[in-house]
């Protein structure tokens, strides 16, 4: 099966049918709107249920809305391709269950689940839950998209712990087909059983990991991602020989380097950061002069339009 085959036919899965909305979530709150809030947001919409994205101002709302109504009209073009006005209108209704709002503690009163997708920050992330346990209705459930972070360190400061876990999503999320479903020493059976059925519902296939660090595909991943920024800095092999290396080689679909530039640098050097201060003593963790270097450049990847590669249009 060819790379492309396979991105088609998770696009088809997902989205080509309206699945019947059974769970008991049908109301989600992203808060976030960077590449992976909106991608949560698109899936959540697409997929029947009633979102609410909030951003931090209105410009970065419609950067987040026209985003996602790209992202649809892609996978409207592959999954739609011989019913173009079926497309039209697939768009149209997804783009109709997503509403915008900048203050996330309004935007909760009325939602079952919030899923957060802001910087990779422990304190920012404490502070928005703590804020938020206080004014949403008793039965939301609070789920962080945190690529690196302790889920429970993230909910201590709520009171809600019991209904509190890990729902992490990969980039880009209209394609990928994974979602770790992250439980706590605190989380319900009730909440684990409702965050399952949420995750299969807007299409993912769901697996269910302890709250350690990176849970299961981070873990193994950033350290690769490492390893090759280390191979680049002792001149081992230039960045396309790497890329070209592990795609070949390892049948990757994208190689290192360039998987680097599409998570954003800014990303993996708060999850390195973190993990090296955390764990001193595990030399795959230590802080890369590169990734520093890029990052204070503002060479985020291709978010920014340049990291290692450039992705500027000539
Ligand atoms: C850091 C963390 O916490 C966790 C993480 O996310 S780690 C990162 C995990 N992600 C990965 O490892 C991604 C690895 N890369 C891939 O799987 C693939 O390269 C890819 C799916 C991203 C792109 O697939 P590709 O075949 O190489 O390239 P491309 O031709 O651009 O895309 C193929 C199709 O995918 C779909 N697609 C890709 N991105 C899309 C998006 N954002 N929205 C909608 N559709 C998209 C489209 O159908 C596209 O076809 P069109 O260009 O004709 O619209
Ligand atoms: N980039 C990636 O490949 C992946 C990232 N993650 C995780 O997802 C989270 C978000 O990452 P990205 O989307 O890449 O970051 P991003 O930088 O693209 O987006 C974050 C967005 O959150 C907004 N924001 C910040 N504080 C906010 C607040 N208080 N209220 C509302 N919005 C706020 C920012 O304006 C920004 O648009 C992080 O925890 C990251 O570790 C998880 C999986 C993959």
């Known amino acids: 099966m060819t790379a492309m085959a396979s991105v088609s036919q998770v696009l088809k899965r997902n989205f080509s049918s309206s699945r019947a909305m059974a769970g008991a979530i049908k109301h989600v709150t992203v808060i976030g709107g960077g590449l992976m809030g909106s991608g949560i947001a698109q899936v959540s919409a697409a997929a029947g249920q009633k979102v609410c994205l909030v951003e931090t101002n ?3 709302l419609e950067g987040a809305n026209s985003r996602i ?3 649809l009209k892609r996978v409207a073009k592959k999954v739609y391709k011989e019913k173009p006005a079926e497309g039209d209108k697939f768009v149209e209704q997804t783009m109709s269950r997503i509403s915008g709002a900048t203050d996330a503690s309004e935007a909760v009163k009325n939602t079952d689940l919030v899923v957060e997708a802001i910087v990779e920050n422990m304190a920012i992330k404490q502070k928005l839950f703590a804020t938020l346990d206080a004014v949403a209705p008793k039965h939301t459930i609070f789920a962080s998209n945190t690529s690196s972070l302790s889920i429970t360190e993230i909910a201590s400061q709520c009171q809600r712990k019991d209904r509190f876990g890990g729902l992490h999503f990969f980039n880009p999320v209209p394609v990928m087909k994974l979602l770790e479903v992250v439980r706590t020493n605190d989380t319900s059976d009730d ?8 995750g299969q519902e807007v299409g993912k296939t769901c697996i269910t990991c302890k709250d350690t660090p990176g849970f299961v ?7 690769m991602l490492a390893e090759a920024v280390r191979m680049l800095e002792r001149g081992d092999a230039s ?5 070209t290396a592990m795609k070949l080689g390892a049948g990757h679909p994208m190689g290192p380097i360039e998987l680097a530039d599409y998570v954003g640098h800014d990303t993996t050097k708060f999850i390195l950061d973190g993990w090296h201060e955390k764990m001193p003593e595990n030399p795959l963790f230590n802080p890369l002069d590169t990734l520093n270097k890029l990052v ?4 985020l990847g291709m978010k ?4 290692f590669y450039s992705y500027k249009k000539k």
């Open 58 to 60: 209105d410009k970065l």
């Open 296 to 299: 204070s450049e503002g060479k």
């Open 239 to 243: 960045p396309r020989d790497i890329d």
């Open 191 to 198: 909440t684990f059983k409702k965050m399952m059925e949420w």
């Open 217 to 223: 595909v981070n873990r193994l991943l950033v350290p």
């Open 69 to 71: 109504h790209e992202s």
């Open 304 to 307: 920014t339009g340049e990291g």
